[in-house]
């Protein structure tokens, strides 16, 4: 209660205003974070990096600028990141413990709440599409296995052959885990997942995330992003919320949903503020990151790391990590367009820093 008390006073504290477009549209995306080591980041490897998110940013971006859905604009940002090697979601996933690449997704439509997630798939090419199929084409939530990828056939997806997914940076990954008895923390120096949200010009929210899941990883594990309300979440009322990171812990906090929750409380009650003293937008800024970087310190005080994004009504886009880094970019009707990669290298009139 204290936590929420001293949240509620710092909303009221006057910050810098966001620049009010109407109509308003605004992305975001991330490509994974983790502990990233600028010493080891070659000017290539980050041309490398920044081409593919500018190019998945773009793409979402020309959706939402021309009024398209921002459902159509999270998925269009994620299946290029799917289509890329460098992240850890479809072709460039990483291996299991024995030696497949198993895919997980999920999106959510802030309008209605629908959803669809699909888990342990290996045969689908881009898995956020078959995740948006369920969420439409089905009376279900989330399909896992061979379920899920009988049920892509039966909906047309053409089955994908495993060494497709497959590349050496990610092999040779599970082979030093292996060979040195390592954890898939200690050979992945991020958690590759994808994901986008997004705002578009109607008012409407969407979110989506996309990933392979940690190195090494048996039984069957499934970490956070294919589950609606920990890795993904998006409701018109509060936000949109793609995480990344060590999945056990965002499931345990429930991540996206409680972002959603909490910016929910404060965006709604107005009983917050006196009458004619409404938050401004900048206010609203203000209070979206300190909710977002609330919510990540209760994963970092549990032991986990990681990040999310968040866009909100108000046409915030918000990073939040613990880690050194995240590959992230955003984009805006306001006029922000930027990619990065380590911590404090936004724009500073772009957001408050977190």
Not at 8 to 30: R, T
Not at 76 to 99: C, H, Q, R, Y
Not at 126 to 133: M, Q, W, Y
Not at 248 to 272: D, K, M, P, S, T
Request: net charge negative; proline share 4%.
């Amino acid at each position: 209660m204290k936590k929420l008390l001293a949240l509620m006073a710092l909303a009221l504290m006057s910050q810098p205003a966001f620049a009010d477009e109407a109509p308003k549209w605004s992305l975001a995306i991330h490509g994974g974070a983790g502990t990233l080591d600028p010493k080891q980041m070659t000017p290539e490897k980050r041309a490398a990096y920044e081409a593919d998110l500018q190019r998945a940013l773009d793409a979402g971006a020309k959706i939402l600028a021309e009024g398209g859905d921002a459902m159509d604009a999270v998925k269009a940002a994620i299946v290029i990141m799917e289509d890329s090697p460098l992240f850890n979601a479809g072709k460039g996933a990483v291996f299991t413990w024995d030696g497949t690449n198993e895919l997980d997704a999920s999106i959510m439509d802030g309008r209605d709440r629908s959803a669809g997630a699909v888990a342990g798939v290996k045969t689908v090419k881009n898995p956020i599409l078959l995740a948006d199929t369920v969420r439409t084409q089905s009376e279900h939530v989330f399909l896992v296995g061979k379920g899920a990828e009988d049920f892509a056939v039966s909906k047309g997806f053409a089955v994908t052959p495993p060494e497709y997914f497959a590349t050496p940076a990610r092999r040779e990954a599970l082979e030093r885990l292996k060979a040195e008895k390592l954890s898939a923390l200690d050979v992945d120096h991020k958690f590759g997942t994808v994901g986008a949200v997004a705002l578009d010009q109607k008012g409407n929210m969407a979110a989506g995330t996309s990933t392979g899941g940690m190195t090494g990883k048996r039984w069957g594990r499934v970490g956070d992003a294919p589950m609606i309300g920990a890795g993904t979440y998006a409701d018109n009322r509060a936000c949109a919320v793609s995480a990344t990171g060590w999945g056990e812990y965002f499931i345990r906090v429930g991540v996206a949903h409680e972002i959603c929750a909490r910016l929910r409380v404060l965006q709604g009650a107005n009983w917050l503020f006196p009458k004619g003293a409404e938050p401004e937008q900048g206010d609203r800024t203000y209070q979206s990151q300190a909710v977002a970087d609330a919510v990540m310190a209760d994963v970092e005080e549990l032991g986990g790391d990681g990040g999310v994004i968040v866009v909100t009504p108000s046409g915030e886009a918000i990073f939040s990590f613990n880690t050194t880094g995240m590959y992230r970019g955003r984009a805006t009707s306001a006029g922000v367009n930027e990619v990065a990669i380590f911590g404090g290298e936004e724009k500073a009139s772009a957001t408050p820093d977190h």
